[in-house]
C-alpha cells in the first residue's frame, strides 16, 4: 500500500479514536453512529486495500510479460544462430575448413538475401534484454556473422572472374600458362585465407553468444504467472 494512504488512514483512525475516547456512546443512537463511523472506515480500507491489490498484481503481471518477452526473444536469436551455423557448415563451411593454407578455396556459395530474419524482425526488443554483456554480445556477434557474408560475396565474384579466364592459353608450339589466370588464382587463394579468418570468427561469436543465451534462459526461468 501507498505511503500517503496509510498515514490518511493512520490520522483517519487516530481522530475516530479520539473522538470516541472524548465523546463516548451513551444512548443506542450513539452506538448505532459509532458502528456506522467505523464501517464507513473499514469500507474506505477495504476499497483503497482492492484497488491496491488489483493495482499490484497488474504491475506483476506486466513485469512477467516483459520478462517472457526477453526470454523469447533470446531463445528466437539463439536458435536463429545456433541453426543457421548447423546449416553453414554442413553446406559450405566444412569445406572451407578442409582447404590447406596455400590452396584456394574453390567453392562458391549463393549467400541468402535475408539469412537474420529473427534478428531483424526483433532487433527492437535488445533494449530490454537485462544484461549488458549479453546485449553487446548479439550486436557483436551478428556484425561479424554479416562480415562473412560480404566475405563470401567477394569471394565469389573473384572466383567468377577466374573462371572466366582459361588456365591455359594456345599458341602455335603447344600451350603456356595464362598469366591472367595465374594472378587471378594467386588473388583467390589469398583472399581465401582471409574467407577461413572470418568463418573462424564468426564460429567464435556465435558459440560465445549461444552459451551466454544458454546461461541466462536457465537462471531466468519463464514467469509462472
Known amino acids: 500500500m501507498k505511503k500517503g494512504y496509510q498515514v490518511a488512514l493512520l490520522l ?6 479520539a473522538a470516541f475516547a472524548f465523546n463516548p456512546p451513551k444512548t443506542s443512537g450513539d452506538w448505532a453512529s459509532w458502528v456506522q463511523a467505523w464501517g464507513s472506515i473499514a469500507a474506505i480500507c477495504a476499497a483503497i486495500w482492492i484497488a491496491y491489490d488489483q493495482h499490484a498484481k497488474v504491475r506483476e503481471q506486466q513485469a512477467s510479460a516483459r520478462h517472457d518477452e526477453v526470454r523469447n526473444f533470446l531463445f528466437g536469436i539463439r536458435e536463429e544462430l545456433h541453426i543457421n551455423w548447423v546449416v553453414y557448415m554442413q553446406t559450405v563451411g ?11 578455396v574453390d567453392v562458391t556459395w549463393p549467400v541468402p538475401e535475408n539469412p537474420f530474419k529473427v534478428y531483424a524482425s526483433t532487433v527492437g526488443l535488445i533494449g530490454r534484454v537485462p544484461d549488458d554483456l549479453i546485449r553487446k554480445q548479439i550486436v557483436a556477434t551478428y556484425v561479424v556473422a554479416g562480415g562473412l557474408m560480404l566475405t563470401w560475396k567477394m569471394h565469389n565474384t573473384m572466383r567468377a572472374a577466374r573462371d572466366a579466364e582459361a588456365e591455359l592459353v594456345e599458341e602455335m608450339d603447344g600451350t603456356r600458362p595464362n598469366g591472367t589466370w595465374v594472378v587471378l588464382q594467386r588473388d583467390l587463394t589469398r583472399y581465401s585465407q582471409q574467407l577461413r579468418k572470418h568463418q573462424n570468427e564468426a564460429e567464435a561469436m556465435i558459440g560465445i553468444a549461444v552459451d551466454l543465451i544458454d546461461t541466462y534462459l536457465k537462471k531466468n526461468p519463464a514467469s509462472s504467472v
Open 94 to 104: 566444412d569445406a572451407v575448413q578442409a582447404v590447406k593454407d596455400n590452396a584456394a
Open 12 to 17: 483517519a483512525f487516530g481522530a475516530l479514536f
